[in-house]
């Protein structure tokens, strides 16, 4: 067993070691970093740490048996082969380091910047600093682009020109490399005396570079669960690493002719379909995908290992077991979108009140040519609002997916008393994102709500949730409204009992405006029906009939929607026992 000293080891190296060993392919860059952004000020700034001897951060090495998907190239520079060794050496953290570097000195190819040259020169005549300053390093470091005067018609750069041609300014690379020549040219010259400043200059880059020791730490004997915690901690930009970007690495396969050999690249299968697939659910996130197939081939491969979704068994998922699912998969999820979509009438994943829903589902639409529809729409109502939370683990999702795979039989499947506290209903928020609150929303988008300035339109079209990261939500009681007129109110107004879908325009329209008077503006013979999309209880438009309301309004309309919500509830778990319950403090 490797003790802890001996899993994370902490090493440093030379600039000059650790990129011969780089171009030697010791180490690899596995494909999830992906997103190196070059900057010029930034790679001066770089290297003036180093010029300074400042600590640029640690390079983060993962030393592990596990052959992954890696980039070839980096900066232009082959780094990887198709080689099988008995250990692999990824960069975890400082890729961008490493292309800085590596392209400083050796040049190389910049993505977005044809044509440029990314080699670095350094300036011995700029003096350097009591203080230290914000500048003199953009001066001290030069590109090609900054020092080249194209025979003289880019006259700013014609100075440094000069000083290049006697050997002021010198190639980071020859310094490392052929010092012997560049410290000549400068004593045959200008420059003839040892003590000179320049040539002290020079000996003191000279010396930077031969002795800076890059900080590394290898990680050795840690679990891929792990390995994604380390690197979300220690990422400067922020940014986690997913185990589905572990898992497309691992899975990815090289096509060859000899031998035959298809090629595989899971982020390849998943944006293909999204891409093919419409409506919005396809964009569901990269891990619920990988989970997908992660229960699928639980069930179609027990043996495989893959008993649960965590990153532990994630990483467990192969090749061959995605490509023999895959194709069932996508049938599975394009059935499952469809269900959400067009026999609930839920047309966005964000309102989705579980993550867990599409995995159990899915296994339920996984080779079935006969879903069982009628059971599936009880299912999610009865989860979607039962009292307590029975989808938030893994323990609850496979009780779940049992379920579903006795729902395959007819009559098999049945799920105990249903209860639910008109309390949660009540106090449910606007403003908060919870379950309860995604719950409601799904049953109000259920009814295909109607346009209340166009009875014959329906609100929601899939274009609704492509234009703005939340619905169009409307206070049936403006906020701004029952603040000004509180009344003998005791509820909140950000109380989903008071929300309605509409229009940008209608909502618009409303704005803080009294319910008495805007409602009386939509009132037509078709209006009744228009509420009843909404489970908007009809009262409040006797109210406004009347150009009157109870100095409590807005309680008793949050109490006789709640009734409706209820009720509507009932009907859709009809045949199942159904326990109503209030935990409200009279």
């Not at 910049?110 to 001066?139: A, C, H, M, R, W």
């Not at 994630?314 to 599975?332: C, D, F, Q, Y």
């Not at 296994?363 to 307590?388: E, G």
Request: one cysteine or more; a negative charge; hydrophobic letters at 35%.
């Amino acid at each position: 067993m490797i003790n802890y000293s001996d899993r994370f080891k902490p090493d440093d190296k030379s600039i000059r070691t650790y990129l011969e060993a780089l171009r030697g392919q010791e180490y690899q860059v596995p494909t999830f970093q992906r997103e190196v952004v070059w900057e010029r000020n930034a790679v001066k700034h770089l290297w003036d740490s180093v010029w300074r001897f400042y600590p640029i951060g640690s390079l983060l090495i993962w030393k592990t048996d596990l052959q992954l998907q890696n980039h070839r190239r980096i900066g232009g520079h082959v780094i990887s082969d198709d080689r099988v060794r008995e250990t692999y050496q990824y960069i975890l953290d400082g890729q961008q380091r490493t292309t800085s570097l590596l392209t400083s000195l050796y040049g190389g190819e910049i993505e977005g910047q044809k044509g440029f040259d990314p080699i670095l020169y350094f300036d011995l005549t700029v003096e350097d600093q009591e203080e230290i300053d914000d500048n003199s390093y953009k001066e001290r470091f030069l590109f090609w682009d900054e020092i080249d005067d194209h025979h003289g018609t880019i006259t700013r750069n014609t100075p440094r020109k000069k000083r290049y041609d006697e050997g002021l300014i010198v190639k980071l690379l020859d310094v490392l490399q052929s010092f012997g020549q560049v410290e000549r040219a400068l004593q045959e010259g200008s420059h003839p005396d040892y003590d000179d400043p320049i040539r002290a200059k020079l000996r003191t880059i000279r010396d930077v570079l031969d002795n800076y020791r890059l900080s590394i730490i290898e990680l050795k004997g840690i679990a891929v669960s792990e390995v994604c915690q380390i690197f979300e901690r220690i990422n400067q930009a922020g940014k986690p690493l997913d185990i589905f970007d572990i898992v497309v690495a691992k899975t990815f396969r090289l096509k060859t002719d000899a031998p035959p050999q298809a090629g595989f690249y899971l982020r390849e299968l998943v944006e293909g379909f999204r891409e093919e697939t419409p409506g919005n659910y396809p964009a569901i996130d990269d891990l619920t995908y990988l989970q997908i197939i992660a229960v699928i081939i639980q069930r179609q491969f027990p043996l495989a290992g893959v008993q649960n979704i965590t990153p532990t068994y994630l990483n467990r998922v192969k090749t061959e077991h995605i490509e023999s699912v895959w194709p069932g998969t996508k049938v599975a999820l394009r059935k499952l979108f469809d269900f959400l979509d067009n026999h609930l009438h839920i047309k966005g994943p964000r309102l989705i009140p579980y993550r867990y829903f599409y995995l159990s589902l899915a296994t339920h639409f996984y080779d079935n040519p006969h879903p069982d529809y009628a059971f599936l729409k009880q299912y999610f109502w009865y989860y979607a609002f039962h009292n307590d939370d029975l989808l938030t683990n893994t323990t609850h999702l496979q009780r779940h997916i049992e379920l579903l795979k006795s729902a395959r039989t007819p009559g098999q499947a049945y799920v105990d008393r249903f209860l639910i506290d008109k309390q949660r209903l009540r106090t449910a928020s606007y403003s908060t994102n919870s379950r309860w609150a995604n719950a409601i929303l799904c049953l109000l988008a259920s009814q295909e709500p109607r346009d209340w300035g166009q009875p014959d339109r329906h609100v929601l079209a899939d274009v609704y949730y492509q234009l703005v990261d939340n619905p169009n939500l409307h206070h049936i009681f403006p906020t701004a409204y029952v603040a000004e007129h509180p009344g003998k109110n005791r509820s909140d107004s950000n109380s989903m009992m008071n929300i309605a879908y509409l229009t940008q325009l209608e909502n618009l329209k409303i704005s803080a405006n009294n319910p008495v008077d805007y409602l009386r503006r939509y009132d037509s013979p078709a209006f009744e029906g228009v509420l009843r999309t909404h489970l908007v209880p009809l009262e409040i438009l006797e109210w406004a009939r009347q150009q009157q309301m109870p100095d409590n309004a807005l309680d008793q309309f949050i109490e006789l929607r709640a009734d409706l919500i209820v009720d509507t509830l009932r009907r859709n778990l009809a045949g199942v026992t159904f326990d109503v319950i209030d935990t409200r403090e009279v």
